[in-house]
Structure formats: C-alpha cells, structure tokens
C-alpha cells in the first residue's frame, strides 16, 4: 500500500440549496500510478481525469465495496480503468495501441475512435455486483460522465477535471434528487456556473478549502473533514493461480515447456508473478502438466 503525502477528498454541501459535492487532488498516488508505465500525454491526461472522477463518486458509496469505471474503444486507445474503494484506496491503467503515433492534445473522442462505450460497476463486499453500459457521449471525461449521470442516474452533475505529470484533480457538484421547485433550479443553476469557472491550473494547485473559498465564498458550503486516500492494488500471487487454473494445464504447461516457467504481470501496479515448473506442478498436479506438455 502507498502511503498518501498530499492526496486528499474534501467533501461539502450546501446547507440552504439542494446541492452536495466533493474536490479530490491526487499527488502520490498519481505519480505512483504513471510511474508504473510510459503512458503517452494524451492518454495519461484522459486516465487521471477518469482517476479523479472515480475518487470522488466512490465518496458515495453507502457500504464496504468497489466502484469500477472503464471507458472502452476501438481507436489507438483501447481501455481505461479506474478502480475506487469504500476503503478510500484507489488504482488505474490503461490499454492502448503502443505502436500507434499519439499526438499530445489528442481528445477522448479522437483516441476511443468509432463504438466508444462507457462501464460503471459496483462490486459491494456482501450482495450482488451490479452494471451499467452505455455509448460514449461527450469529448471529454467530464462530459462522459455528465451525460451518463444525467441521462441514466437522472441526476444533475458537474464534473471538472484535470491532470498533468503530476496531480489528478477534480471537482463534483451534484443536486439532490426530490428537490424540484423554481428557487432550487436557480440555486442550482448558480452554482454550477460557479464551478465550470474552475480551471486546470486551480484544480491542480489548489487545496480543497483554497478552491472552494475562490468559487464559492459568497455563499460557503459546509464542509466535511478531509479525507486521505492511498494507491492499493489488490493484485496476489493467490489470484494469479487462480487465473492459470482457469486457463487450463495444457496452455499453461505449454508455456513452461518452452520457456521454463512462465510470468504474469500486473496491469495496474506491475508487479511480476513468475510460476516455474515445480509451482506449476504443485498448481495442477503432476499428471495434468505431464499430459498438456506431450501433446
């Protein structure tokens, strides 16, 4: 587990208007996340974007569990994915074409290509994992994420995100749902115009309570303790086994009969899993490898 410097959620809400949120800067975490791999510019931007906007939704999470986003497409860029916990822990990758040339202020809709779509997944500790897929709208992570929450939570949402070599930051204003009269749709209105004045630069300078004082001092939230969050990954040498069992002796014994034994690597924090032949044998028993090797 990572230890956090200066990686924190602050979560507020307005008292007299019907509008809850929550600012998220990311710093070691995030380092320690593109430090992993060579991401290109334009893809590690679009990553922590998708970073801080799984920080601050997982906020909402009522019990123990794992709130997943994935963005999926066809282009040079193939997947994003951000994993977020109740526990405050979170991690990320990405997949795309390494070959391809990626210029620096490539948008979302540019790398995804044609047949974008977006995932949402819950995981709770105890009960049913439950998901949503939807088409990509928007050209751009925040206004993915605005669309979907819109269109399918029915829920009015700001997002406001950035990210550069070093921090993932980003901004949520959201209006509770009941709360439907002229005066809330004003006050609504109001604040969100506030938030879309946040800039980059802001978000990824500014401190929780620096940020929110600039955007809304005239009419302050009232605002939660600060929260830490830390990179985890939940990758073991468990897991793996489990995934070369599902794999199958013969594939797996196949790749220790040429090679000698046979490596997995961890896509989010990449860590090396290295199986040589003794471990595979004990893994399917001596008869299965025996039997995958000869054929």
Known sequence: MHTPENDIRTRFIFDN???????????????????RKHYPAAIRRALGELLAAGALLSGNLKEAGTLILQVQGQGVLKMLVVEATYGRTCRATARWDEDAAIANDAGLAELLGSGGVFVITLQPENGETWQGMVPLEGGSIAAMLDSYMLRSEQLNSRFVLAADDNNAAGLLLQRLPGHDSGQDNADWQHLDTLAQTATAKELLELDGQNLLYRLFHETPPRVFPEENMEFACSCSRAKVSDMLLLL??????????????????????NEKYTFDEEEVQNLFGDAALSRATIQ
């Open 17 to 35: 208007m019907p509008v809850r949120g929550a600012h998220v800067r990311l710093d070691s975490v995030w380092q320690h996340i593109v430090g």
């Open 248 to 269: 199958g002796a013969k594939e797996v014994g196949d790749v220790v009969a040429e090679e000698g034994s046979i490596t997995v690597g961890c896509d989010f924090c």
